[in-house]
């Protein structure tokens, strides 16, 4: 071997065993950094593998591809260690991270505080729960209305105390135009586009010019029921209203059906439940009635109907409205209608 050949040969070895030394070592120190410098000063284009390859051209040519077999084989070693290596840094850091963010599931958690679902809501959505078991449909209609719709058709003609600019807000001069002071107009919507059998409810907000106080809000909410077929009587109504309030208060319920006036029902009725708080002896929550009036209700007036365009001699119903507030705060002893809107939590987490 001449004397050049053996000094690249050594030259090779050399490389090889301080290239491994400083992998192993940056390996023990898990010094990732350290494991990319010594890429670069070994297989970098300006590094020692390259350095190297230059010398061959010193060599004899016979000698040049079995000596440059050997610096390739040199490259590949290093090229391996310093995979194994990162492949070893990487896992181990990636286990430590996992270690070190690892979440105990069994840890109680911080239980935040939940909201919930409005009283006002709960018992909304209980009646139309109960509604739609009854096989009834919802519909909506309009807050700002035909006055056509809240009151005419409703037989509830001009100069009738209802429509007084005391009691409702109209919105243009005329008065022909009005928030709707109750979801009655509902049913006449319904029954304008629909033909029966009808058996619809419909929730909603109404209006009407009221002072605020316990049991008074300018805006409050009703649900409107109807039901009109062939043969429908008062007694369907009762049924359904009794099926309501058991719902609602509790299969002890006792319910009494009063007779009153609504323009647009004949005969009608307004329905009281015993009180609950006293069991009918009377006492401050019923006023010593020993009742408490809950809504009103009756059988479609037979003008109400002939003006949707229904012929009441082949067609009869029923018609109620419930007071959403009175229904929750006779429900949860709410003696005051402002909590419902004054959105106080320390109220609205009691129920
Ligand atoms: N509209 C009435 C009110 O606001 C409630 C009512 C009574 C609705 C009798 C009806 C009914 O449909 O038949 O007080």
Known sequence: MDNNLKEIHERIAEIRASALKSIAEALEARDLPTLAEIRIRHLGK????????????????????????????????????????????????FEERLKAEAIDVT??????????????????????????????????????ELSEYCFDKLNTPKGHPARDRQDTFYCDEDETICLRTQTSSVQ??????????????????????????ATHSPIFHQIEGLVIDKGITMGNLKWTLNTLMRGLYGP?????????????????????IQCFECGGAGCRLCKDEG?????????????????????????????FGIGIERLAMRRFGITDMRLLYENDARFLRQF
């Not at 084989?73 to 990487?90: D, F, Q, T, V």
């Not at 505080?113 to 909506?140: K, N, S």
């Not at 029954?191 to 605020?212: A, F, N, T, W």
């Not at 002890?252 to 009281?272: A, G, I, K």
């Open 252 to 272: 002890n319920v006792q319910t009494r059906f009063r007779p009153h006036h609504f323009p647009y029902t004949e005969p009608s009725c307004e329905l009281d």
């Open 107 to 144: 840890i109680p958690a911080k239980s935040g505080r939940f909201g919930h679902t409005h009283p006002l809501t709960i018992v909304h959505d209980e009646a139309v729960d109960l509604f739609l078991t009854l096989g009834f449909t919802v519909a909506e209609g309009p807050e700002v």
């Open 188 to 213: 006449i919507r319904t029954m304008e586009q629909l033909k029966p059998p009808i058996r619809i409810i419909s929730p909603g907000r109404v209006y009407r010019k009221d002072e605020v106080d």
């Open 46 to 93: 300006k590094g020692i593998i390259t350095a190297i390859l230059k010398t061959l051209s010193g060599l004899p040519a016979e000698e040049r591809p079995k000596t440059g077999a050997f610096i390739n084989a040199l490259r590949e070693a290093i090229e391996h260690e310093l995979e194994l290596a990162n492949a070893k840094l990487g896992s181990a850091a």
């Open 291 to 319: 009742w408490i009036e809950l809504l009103g209700a009756g059988m479609v007036h037979p003008k109400v109907l002939s003006g949707c365009g229904i012929d009441p001699d082949v067609y009869s119903g029923f018609a």
